[in-house]
Nanobody
């Protein structure tokens, strides 16, 4: 059974940091690109960042560049999202997802992703 388990969310003050984790099981993790998405109340789910299955190519949306860092540990089947300098507008439910994309690709469309985790709430207070 394929599973993606997102964790690490919480309540933090503006300027603070959180590290999200996405633990995967049930598929060959090394072959899949992983993305982090977020969805705020009343808004569409949007891609935040993604990392390729090979060479750790990464992509970030402009609003998080320089503040967020995605990384993966294939030995532990886990992807991390380190979020620094958090802002109230980062408040959302964060989801991780897996896409069986080409090895060096950084897929950004949510429709491309095959498997999704359950989400973890991130709340940034001002």
């Amino acid at each position: 059974e394929v599973q993606l388990q997102a964790s690490g969310g919480g309540l933090v003050q503006a300027g603070g940091s959180l590290r999200l984790s996405c633990a995967a099981s049930g598929f060959i993790f090394d072959d899949w690109a992983i993305g982090w998405f977020r969805q705020a109340p009343g808004k569409e789910r949007e891609v935040v960042t993604c990392i390729s299955s090979r060479d750790d190519n990464t992509w970030y949306r402009n609003s998080v560049k320089g503040r967020f860092t995605i990384s993966r540990d294939n030995a532990k089947n886990t992807v991390f999202l380190l979020m620094n300098s958090l802002k109230p507008e980062d408040t959302a439910v964060y989801y991780c997802a897996a896409d069986n994309a080409a090895y060096y690709a950084t897929p950004r469309r949510k429709d491309n992703y095959d498997y999704w985790g359950q989400g973890t709430q991130v709340t940034v207070s001002s």
